[in-house]
């Protein structure tokens, strides 16, 4: 399995992003597929995650309300749309999957965000 992230961009308080993680592989079954992030001097921390067969989803706090994650399971890719950023959304995100046998980290996308 190889995920590939993109999306991440500079973008202003207030507004919004939309971050793509592209899966290769075979069926995931149900998988879980998630968002990290991780902001310079910081641990690296969850955002939000979905299932890949029933598309049960779950959110950090810092994420409710504000973005929402999903999937084309067609395209083998998961969002996450992003609105209403605030300055401290800035950070590098990650894309994860675990298939229940390995786990698996795309390559970060820089999200900034401005004042």
Do not use: H
């Not at 992030?37 to 299932?51: N, S």
């Not at 300055?87 to 590098?92: G, H, R």
């Amino acid at each position: 399995v190889q995920l590939q992230a993109s999306g991440g961009r500079l973008g202003a308080a207030w507004g919004s992003l939309r971050l793509s993680c592209a899966a290769s592989g075979d069926s995931f079954g149900s998988a879980v597929v998630a968002w990290f992030r991780q902001a310079p001097g910081k641990e690296r921390e969850f955002v939000a995650a979905i299932r890949w067969d029933n598309a049960y989803t779950n959110y950090a706090n810092s994420a409710k309300g504000r973005f929402t994650i999903s999937r084309d399971r067609a395209k083998k890719t998961v969002f996450l749309q992003m609105n209403s950023l605030k300055p401290e959304d800035t950070a590098v995100y990650y894309c994860y999957l675990d298939d229940g046998l390995n786990d698996y980290w795309g390559q970060g996308t820089q999200v900034t965000v401005s004042s």
